[in-house]
């Protein structure tokens, strides 16, 4: 007799065809003999159920095979008996056919036709939903240990037929012009020489001025100068000669539209200070996604209420006193929306990575993490005191080739195994609008046995039919993911972030994580208005604006996009994504650019070294779902205008079907 598991019985070695088919359909997930550990503590790796890039079908825990057909599978039988009980079942469901075919007959004879939907009725469902609330277990101290499907959702009105589907990963970015790039050389080691000659004039008492004179070893202290040299000479000669694109302050909410409030300064080398002048401008630069951060959000009212409830601050960590009723709401509603066992929320977007990767991996363990990662990704990375290896963006070979050279080496000096290998990357990469290979690398780190850690950040929200991120747009079973990360600071019009993941690896960062012991957990009003955007897009509102939110912003970046293209400009990024760059390449672009865009009513966000490459200054427009075709048309109607007379149309223009 074989041993009995959830997933069907093994007998003599080989798998009944019960269990084959269990296993193939949407059974509860079976464990592996395998298991691996993180931390400590030991998670057992289950096998993915089938998964579509628009539904996802989970299995509950309590789900279990009919009694009869498991005691009928396990009963020990002769192979006399096995022959005779086949041809009695096979004998049944002919009979059954029959009588079927009898009745249809019989149907059609008098008229009498099945509905479309008595058919749809007698047929189970692609996709299964709770319609009960799970019942939380002793050992969740009130969270809900049962995996909830997802509500109904109403039908989509946009049609991805418009659209290119996406853009191959391995297709490289536009080539810079030989003379651009030339000449964007020149423009920067002429700055540099000019600004070397303005600190030289300054030892001698010439050109001085408070902001422009060098930090120096002064002898009234005799300490060393607090900042290195060349940022020093990079913040006073370069940045504050555009210091005016960046820094703007505004006066409203940040919706489709807002009030910039303008500054001037003295003469150079001064502050920018407000000269009490505002502008109503069209905002192209916040990360209003789904536009819940504009003034009339569905979310106010809720938001309102927790303020007079909470108050503004719980004034205390998470541990301690730091925790309402809502924050336990919305950590449900997290891992529910996700697809995973446990959810955690952080009182910052950046302290999430920065405080939660060290939780995950530490000293012997290896972090592999893309080129293109985030700053608090990187930040993250150095903390834990793991090695980090570092893959080219996007590119799989690399990465499968890291993995390989540092499996086959391992640890240095010691070459003793691994204790741990995670790998980090992002949903949409936020300073190149790209979207990441994911089927391929869940792949990959299936094969290796690595760790994948994924950031959706600019993704979640803003991603597939139903906003649940790259997992869904990618057709990957969100369990197939290790731990899945994103802030609340996009697409949800709040502050603070997450980490959702297995149950055992959530108990284990909320004791160990900095961000949870340390942190202040987030405003109560915060966590309420990502616990109504939450309830807005799963459509438990029973309204469609949910449903309107998610079409229109896919529908706006997918025009925006479109439309930018055909214009002539260099730009990055792929279908679908709410990010869309342009590049400008050349550093004097990067100012008169922005400028002209304000002078047009447009506010816009100019990116240049060091966030980008020295060559590779773009604008970053951010699509939201709240802009409406005609604030759309206009917008690209005054881009196309500052484009001609900033010469950025860098390419032939095209024409998208």
């Keep these: 007799m074989g041993a009995e598991s959830k997933s069907g019985v093994v007998r003599n070695g080989k798998r009944s065809k019960k269990a ?15 298991s691996t550990v993180m931390n400590g503590h030991t998670k057992k790796s289950t096998a993915p159920t089938p998964s579509t890039a628009n539904e996802y079908k989970w299995a509950s825990e309590d789900d279990e095979h009919d009694g009869n057909d498991v005691a009928e599978d396990i009963a020990p039988q002769d192979g006399g008996e096995k022959k005779k009980k086949k041809k009695k079942r096979n004998k049944k469901k002919a009979k059954v056919v029959e009588e079927e075919t009898a009745e249809d007959s019989e149907q059609e004879a008098d008229g009498e036709v099945p509905s479309a939907d008595e058919d749809e009725a007698d ?151 407000l000269n009490g002048r505002s502008e109503n401008v069209i905002n192209l630069g916040s990360y209003n996604y789904l536009g819940f951060g504009d003034p009339n959000s569905p979310t106010k009212q809720a938001v309102i209420q927790a303020l007079e409830q909470f108050g503004v601050s719980t004034s205390s960590s998470r541990i301690h006193l730091g925790t309402t009723r809502l924050h336990a709401e919305l950590e449900d509603l997290c891992a529910e929306f996700l697809g995973k066992e446990a959810a955690m929320i952080f009182g910052m977007g950046f302290g999430t990575n920065s405080t939660g990767i060290p939780g995950l991996v530490g000293k012997g363990g290896l972090i592999i993490s893309d080129s293109m990662n985030h700053s608090s990704i990187a930040c993250g990375a150095r903390s834990s ?39 980090l990357i992002e949903g949409i990469y936020s300073m190149e609008g790209e979207i990441c290979p994911l089927p391929q690398i869940v792949a990959l780190k299936k094969k290796y046995g690595a760790y994948l850690f994924v950031d959706e950040a600019h993704s979640i929200g803003a991603l597939g039919p139903n906003g649940r991120g790259v997992c869904e747009w990618s057709g990957v079973d969100p369990r197939d993911v290790d731990v899945l990360m994103g802030t609340f600071t996009k697409s949800f019009g709040a502050v603070g972030g997450y980490i959702a993941a297995d149950r055992d690896v959530i108990e284990y960062l909320r004791a160990n994580s900095a961000g949870s012991v340390y942190s202040a957990s ?43 293209m055909e214009m002539g400009c260099h730009i990055l990024g792929d279908w679908d994504s709410p990010i869309v760059l342009l590049m400008l390449y ?8 922005s400028e002209e865009c304000l002078k047009r009513g447009l506010a816009v966000v100019v990116v240049g070294f060091p966030a980008t490459p020295l060559l590779l200054a773009r604008v970053r427009f951010c699509i939201s779902a709240g802009h409406t075709r005609e604030q759309l048309d206009w917008t690209l109607r005054q881009i196309e205008d500052v484009a001609d007379e900033m010469g950025v149309k860098y390419a032939k223009p095209q024409r998208i079907k």
């Design 20 to 34: 084959t088919a269990a296993a193939n359909g949407a059974a509860p997930a079976r464990a592996t003999p395998a």
């Design 123 to 273: 047929e189970p469902s692609p996709v299964s939903y709770s319609t009960s609330a799970p019942q939380p277990s002793s050992r969740s101290h009130g969270r809900s240990n049962k995996r909830v499907a997802h509500s109904t959702h109403p039908a989509s009105t946009y049609d991805p037929s418009r659209y290119p589907r996406a853009i191959p990963a391995s297709t490289p970015h536009p080539r810079v012009p030989f003379w651009t790039a030339l000449s964007t050389y020149f423009a920067y080691g002429l700055l540099i020489a000019i600004g070397h000659c303005r600190d030289f004039l300054n030892k001698i008492g010439l050109m001085r001025t408070p902001r422009s004179s060098p930090q120096k070893r002064t002898t009234k202290t005799g300490m060393a100068p607090l900042v290195s040299d060349f940022e020093d000479f990079y913040t006073r000669r370069l940045y504050h000669r555009i210091e005016s694109a960046w820094n703007r302050p505004i006066g409203s909410c940040p919706a489709s539209t807002m009030t910039l409030l303008h500054r001037s300064r003295a003469r150079y080398g001064e502050s920018l200070e």
């Design 385 to 423: 005191g793991a090695t980090i290896r570092v893959f080219k963006h996007n590119d799989v070979q690399s990465l499968e080739a890291v993995l390989r050279h540092a499996i086959i080496s391992g640890q240095p000096k010691s070459h003793r195994p691994w204790k741990k290998i995670l790998i």
């Design 522 to 564: 987030i405003s109560p009003p915060a966590v309420q208005q990502v616990i109504s955007a939450f309830n807005i897009i799963m459509h438990r509102d029973g309204t469609r604006i949910g449903r309107t939110k998610l079409d229109s912003l896919r529908e706006n970046s997918n025009y925006f996009r479109k439309r930018l």
């Design 586 to 593: 050349h550093p004097a672009k990067i100012a008169a650019f």
